[in-house]
């Protein structure tokens, strides 16, 4: 039996816990990351939602920024939700050809829900809640958008990261996370 994915989720600030628990759900083995060691050894990398700013500044705090470009360039998976999409983005850890408008859609008085088709994804629409929630402002030619609301990507792909504007782990629908990890094994195994 292959053992189980160790993913690390950011634990700095924010939504982090909730993805622990769906990860633990779905058999994966979950590490915290606080510091450049916790990357050691993992298998994908969750960047959770929460408050961008604070999260740059802990990254910066620890210095954490050279090690996720590493952790990438290794052909480690990242899933990056809500803030995660920022951190991702060009100004930020410059991992992704996106660029990220925060707080696209308003403030928290602001926040919804919206069905969303993903390709390739069986069982219908996702139920996606979005609070506070960036959307994909641009985009180079290598990034797949996956959804969109009003036109605006919310959804999207290139290579090893996943990016999604709105909060997964806080719904019953684990598919986007279960997603994830067949890619953290497809990359374990050499597929990815």
Known sequence: MTAAPLVGVLALQGGFAAHVRVLRSLGAEVREVRTPRDLEGLDGLVMPGGESTTMTLGIER?????????FHAAGKPIFGTCAGLILLDRAHLGLMDIVAERNAFGRQLHSFEEDLQFPDMDGGPVRAVFIRAPWIAEHGPDVEVLAA??????AARQG???????????GDDDRLHRAFLEQVRAARNGAG
């Open 62 to 70: 620890e210095g954490l920024a050279d090690p996720l470009r590493a």
């Open 160 to 170: 090893g990261l996943l990016v999604i504007s709105f909060h997964p782990e806080l």
């Open 149 to 154: 609301v009003d036109g605006h990507p919310v």
